[in-house]
Each structure stands twice: as C-alpha cells, then as structure tokens.
C-alpha cells in the first residue's frame, strides 16, 4: 500500500516546505516578488525572458521563424531565466509576468512599452505583430487558433501531470501515474488522427500551433523527455513522429532550441541570445 492510500487531508491545508520533489524549493503558495532585481534590457525592442524549456523554445521558434523570413524587426535579446536559482521571483520579473513563469516578453517598441505573458499569448502578439504564422482569413484562423489554445489547455498535463510524477516526485505513485499517462496518451491520439489527414495541424501550411504543439508533443516522441519515449510507447504516433521531425529539420527550430538553454553540449548553448553571430 503506497502513503497515498493512507492519507487523511487536514481541515486546512498548510505549506510543507520539505515536502521533497525537483521543485520544492521554488515552489510557493504565495505570489508577488521575494526580492528587488531589475532586468536586463538589450538594445533591440524586443526583450525575451525566458529558459530553453519547451514554453521557452515556442516563442525562440517563432522569432527565429520570423527572422528566417526577413523580418529584421524581430531581432530580438533573450535573457535566462534560471528558475531553479528563484530569478522568476525578482521584481523586474514580476512586473513583467505577475505570475512568475518563463517566458515573458517586453516590446520597447510600443510606448508605453507592451509587456506580454503566457506563452500562446506571446505567439499570437508576434504573429500579429509580423503578420506572419497566423493565418487571417477567419475558419483557417480559428483553426490556428483552436490547435493553438488545445496545446496551452492540454500541456500542463503532459508537464505538470504526467511530467511530474513520473520523472520528477519523490516517490513513483501508481494512481497519479495511471490517470497522467492514460491522459498523455489520449492528447497524443487526438494529434495523431489530426496529422492522418494533414501534413500540418491546420492543413497545409506551417503557423503558430505548430510551434507550440511541436515544442511539447515533438519534443517527447523525438527526444524521449521524461524518459518515458518506451514507457508511453511514443513509437506508435507515427504521425506526430513524422510532423515532428519535418519541424524539427527547419533550421530557425534548430536555432530557436537552442536558445536560453544552460543544458545539453556545451557547443551547442545559446544561454543568451543578442544577435544572430551568438549560434556561430
Ligand atoms: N502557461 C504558461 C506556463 C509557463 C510555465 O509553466 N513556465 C515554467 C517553465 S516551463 C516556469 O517558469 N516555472 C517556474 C515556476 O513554476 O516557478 C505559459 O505557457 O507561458
């Protein structure tokens, strides 16, 4: 019998904060800053804050994308983020991102100065912005859009859920393990039938959506994250398998992983990116 079966919850809840896990340290009940840190501002308008984690790589996908179709504007200075190290709870951070989670997005172009957070809603400004990624005839969009909101409605079960528990929790707990991946699996049969029938989610053309989905679901049939490629048997999506590494070949999604990202070959990091050089 696992502890979970014997477990009472108290009246009221109270933040234990040795309760173990990856992330115990940073993790709170509470919002708001913990300590004074403004942050580093570049000289191109476009500010990223961010870490190569696949929220991260969307939006340093997409403004690679951007600046591979010559949008010069989207140069862009990405600062790290190291979440491990607290620095999502500085002041600055905060006051770009009240909710304290990479990555997060200052245009200095815009005056007052645009701040933008959540991932999906930093894809769509840019896209927007660009005019670029997103189609604007109304049913191709609100499919972009539909594939696009999926993504950020259902990732935080494949990350937080499935993710969680069976790579990063101080014990492996069977029913939280169970319900996850059955979840995992269901999310990556709906890409699956999807990508059956199109070469991209919404058809035939490359958008936003595809980012965003790649950043996630490609990344766990092509790089086994959590470790988990047998365990969920990631081999039997052969259409997700096969969306994902034509993304994944796009030299700007090379690039666009690689940025922020203090992990992985030394040759291959991009912890800060200024200009287009810092790949050399
Ligand atoms: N819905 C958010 C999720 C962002 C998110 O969860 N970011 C994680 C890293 S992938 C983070 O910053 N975690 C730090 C923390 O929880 O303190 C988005 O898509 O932007």
């Given at each position: 019998?696992?502890?979970?079966?014997?477990?009472?919850?108290?009246?009221?809840?109270?933040?234990?904060?040795?309760?173990?896990?990856?992330?115990?340290n940073i993790n709170r009940p509470i919002a708001g800053a913990t300590h004074d840190k403004e942050l580093p501002v570049g000289e191109h308008p476009l500010q990223l804050y961010s870490l190569g984690t696949p929220n991260g790589v969307k939006v340093t996908v997409l403004l690679e994308e951007l600046l591979a179709l010559g949008f010069s504007g989207a140069e862009y200075d990405a600062w790290i983020i190291n979440i491990g190290n607290g620095d999502q709870f500085s002041s600055g951070f905060v006051a770009a991102n009240p909710n304290s989670k990479i990555p997060a997005l200052m245009d200095h172009s815009t005056s007052p100065t645009t701040r933008v957070f959540e991932s999906g809603a930093i894809m769509v400004y840019l896209a927007e912005k660009f005019g670029a990624f997103l189609p604007t005839e109304p049913s191709q969009r609100a499919?972009?859009?539909?594939?696009?909101?999926?993504?950020?409605?259902?990732?935080?079960?494949?990350?937080?859920?499935?993710?969680?528990?069976?790579?990063?929790?101080?014990?492996k707990y069977e029913?939280?393990?169970?319900?996850?991946?059955?979840e995992v699996k269901r999310q990556l049969d709906v890409l699956d039938r999807n990508l059956a029938e199109r070469a991209y989610l919404c058809g035939d053309d490359y958008n936003i959506s595809d980012m965003a989905n790649y950043s996630w679901y490609g990344n766990l049939v092509l790089n086994n994250i959590y470790e988990s490629r047998e365990f969920l048997d990631v081999a039997s999506y052969t259409n997700?398998?096969?969306?994902?590494?034509?993304?994944?070949?796009?030299?700007?999604?090379?690039?666009g992983r690689r940025v922020n990202r203090p992990w992985g070959p030394e040759e291959e990091r991009v912890t800060e990116r200024h200009s287009a050089s810092d790949f050399d």
């Open positions: 019998m696992s502890t979970q079966d014997t477990y009472v919850p108290p009246k009221v809840w109270t933040w234990d904060q040795s309760s173990g896990g990856k992330f115990a499919e972009c859009m539909s594939w696009l909101f999926w993504q950020m409605g259902s990732a935080p079960y494949l990350g937080g859920g499935f993710g969680h528990f069976y790579a990063y929790a101080p014990e029913y939280p393990i169970n319900r996850f991946a059955m997700v398998a096969r969306w994902a590494t034509q993304i994944e070949e796009r030299t700007a999604v090379q690039r």
